[in-house]
């Protein structure tokens, strides 16, 4: 077959032709793609293989047939079996999947009418129709052509996307496609964890983007309940509350990278953990208060300034103090483009129980017993809830940022009128 023939031709391809000019053709979205057996085998075995050269191998020398509706192939195929077919053939999976299951499963994919497939007459030309975003299999099609694809650049990248996301989709996609040299290429591509010791407590430390949770899961899972603290760096917007005798930090993350990434962490933490996103400090928690550090307006503030806004006792921190009586008095907003925060399993709010009662017990004059009897029971009975939903703490270890949105955007704007 000429390289360059028609994709809709269906005159028949002689039987002599050089089998490495076979080609099949890939429905991927709502574009069509051909591929050749070069392309196809450069990083075997993989999803491609195992469709189309799988058969081929096992047809031997097979007299192939004129009736059309023989020479018609049909393969569909859902991404549940595409990973398991690809793993029982790299000898993955448990024993019990042997090459019978993985052929019963490619027959069982072939009778799936959920996805859309075309076909030829002609034999030597397979079609198969897969759900995926187009625009990431030109990329991969150009890697298994032999081209080179790295470094990734920012350049041309696909509408809607920034780099971060183009890396983790394409990861997402060589996963998806069994491209084991290309899923180890993406993840060399990517920056490694940045590990150092805390100038402060001389501690050991991991850090890395949060972006880049889903690149680095498992080691992240290998490290999380290790020695080393790992501790993850993206923007958010931090809302710090004081009342009396707790402080209480709120995050929320603007960006869905970030959100997915959460979602991802949650995951790693095991089934029973959820991570909460507010976090409740009484103030004579000086060592967790101790490894906060903020700059806020250019200003540079200590989890313990904060902590003195709510201790009687205390000299309050006067700039600390006036941005709270400029805010409203007891509630300030950080948009912080530089925010650093890491995982704690602990539990401040079981630990609160007491320091809540105490304050309930200060208040019986003011109230009846059957409220507080009430409220008591209410706390309690949070405990107990977060104790077997196994909390994890998102701990703030750096926020830098302004309490004025519009001064936040600026500064963002101006770095990256400094990049170009």
Same mark, same amino acid.
């Given at each position: 077959?000429?390289?360059?023939?028609?994709?809709?031709?269906?005159?028949?391809?002689?039987?002599?032709?050089? /089998?490495?000019?076979?080609?099949?053709?890939?429905?991927?979205?709502e574009?069509?793609?051909?591929l050749?057996?070069?392309?196809?085998?450069?990083?075997?075995?993989?999803?491609?293989?195992?469709?189309?050269?799988?058969?081929?191998?096992?047809?031997?020398?097979?007299?192939?047939?004129?009736?059309?509706?023989?020479?018609?192939?049909?393969l569909?195929v859902?991404?549940t079996?595409?990973?398991?077919?690809?793993?029982?053939?790299?000898?993955?999976e448990?024993?019990?999947?042997?090459?019978? @299951?993985? @052929?019963?499963?490619?027959?069982?994919?072939?009778?799936?009418?959920s996805?859309?497939?075309?076909?030829?007459?002609?034999?030597?030309?397979?079609?198969?129709?897969?759900?995926?975003? /187009?625009?990431?299999?030109?990329?991969?099609?150009?890697?298994?052509?032999?081209y080179?694809?790295?470094?990734?650049?920012?350049?041309?990248?696909?509408?809607?996307?920034?780099?971060?996301?183009?890396?983790?989709?394409?990861?997402?996609?060589?996963?998806?496609?069994?491209l084991?040299?290309?899923?180890?290429?993406?993840?060399?591509?990517?920056?490694?964890?940045?590990?150092?010791?805390?100038?402060?407590?001389?501690?050991?430390?991991?850090?890395?983007?949060?972006?880049?949770?889903?690149?680095?899961?498992?080691?992240?899972?290998s490290?999380?309940?290790?020695?080393?603290?790992?501790?993850?760096?993206?923007?958010?917007?931090?809302?710090?509350?004081?009342?009396?005798?707790?402080?209480?930090?709120?995050?929320?993350?603007?960006?869905?990278?970030?959100?997915?990434?959460?979602?991802?962490?949650?995951?790693?933490?095991g089934?029973?953990?959820?991570?909460?996103?507010?976090?409740?400090?009484?103030?004579?928690?000086?060592?967790?208060?101790?490894?906060?550090?903020?700059?806020?307006?250019?200003?540079?503030?200590?989890?313990?300034?904060?902590?003195?806004l709510?201790?009687?006792?205390?000299?309050?921190?006067?700039?600390?103090?006036?941005?709270?009586?400029?805010?409203?008095?007891?509630r300030?907003?950080?948009?912080?483009?530089?925010?650093?925060?890491?995982?704690?399993?602990?539990?401040?709010?079981?630990?609160?129980?007491?320091g809540?009662?105490?304050?309930?017990?200060?208040?019986?004059?003011?109230?009846?017993?059957?409220?507080?009897?009430?409220?008591?029971?209410?706390?309690?009975?949070?405990a107990?809830?977060?104790?077997?939903?196994?909390?994890?703490?998102?701990?703030v270890?750096?926020?830098?940022?302004?309490?004025?949105?519009?001064?936040?955007?600026?500064?963002?704007?101006?770095?990256?009128?400094?990049?170009?």
């Amino acid at each position: 077959m000429s390289p360059d023939q028609n994709i809709n031709d269906n005159s028949p391809i002689p039987q002599s032709a050089n /089998p490495i000019m076979n080609s099949y053709i890939v429905h991927v979205g709502e574009q069509t793609f051909r591929l050749y057996r070069s392309s196809i085998t450069f990083d075997s075995p993989n999803f491609f293989t195992q469709t189309f050269l799988s058969e081929e191998e096992t047809s031997g020398e097979t007299e192939i047939s004129n009736s059309p509706e023989d020479n018609v192939t049909s393969l569909s195929v859902s991404s549940t079996d595409i990973k398991s077919t690809i793993l029982d053939n790299k000898g993955k999976e448990n024993d019990s999947n042997t090459e019978s @299951n993985i @052929n019963n499963k490619i027959n069982k994919a072939r009778m799936s009418t959920s996805t859309q497939t075309y076909f030829s007459s002609n034999s030597s030309i397979k079609e198969i129709t897969i759900d995926r975003d /187009p625009r990431l299999f030109e990329v991969i099609l150009r890697y298994l052509r032999g081209y080179t694809i790295f470094p990734l650049s920012s350049v041309n990248l696909p509408q809607g996307m920034s780099l971060d996301l183009f890396r983790e989709s394409l990861l997402e996609d060589a996963r998806f496609y069994g491209l084991d040299r290309l899923e180890q290429l993406l993840q060399a591509e990517t920056p490694s964890p940045l590990s150092y010791k805390d100038p402060f407590t001389s501690a050991d430390k991991i850090l890395l983007s949060l972006r880049d949770v889903l690149i680095h899961k498992d080691f992240i899972k290998s490290k999380l309940d290790g020695s080393s603290t790992i501790e993850f760096f993206t923007g958010a917007v931090l809302t710090i509350e004081i009342s009396d005798g707790s402080i209480i930090f709120n995050t929320k993350f603007l960006n869905a990278q970030d959100q997915k990434a959460m979602e991802v962490l949650d995951d790693i933490c095991g089934e029973n953990s959820h991570i909460q996103l507010s976090r409740q400090l009484n103030s004579n928690m000086h060592d967790t208060l101790n490894g906060i550090r903020l700059e806020i307006d250019g200003v540079q503030i200590t989890g313990m300034d904060i902590a003195s806004l709510v201790e009687p006792y205390n000299q309050r921190v006067k700039t600390l103090d006036d941005m709270f009586r400029l805010s409203g008095g007891k509630r300030l907003v950080i948009y912080a483009q530089e925010f650093v925060f890491r995982l704690d399993k602990t539990f401040d709010d079981i630990n609160n129980v007491n320091g809540v009662n105490g304050a309930l017990n200060e208040d019986h004059d003011n109230k009846e017993e059957i409220n507080e009897s009430s409220s008591v029971n209410n706390v309690k009975s949070n405990a107990s809830n977060i104790n077997e939903r196994n909390p994890v703490y998102l701990g703030v270890v750096w926020a830098k940022g302004w309490t004025q949105e519009w001064w936040a955007w600026n500064e963002y704007r101006m770095k990256l009128d400094a990049l170009q």
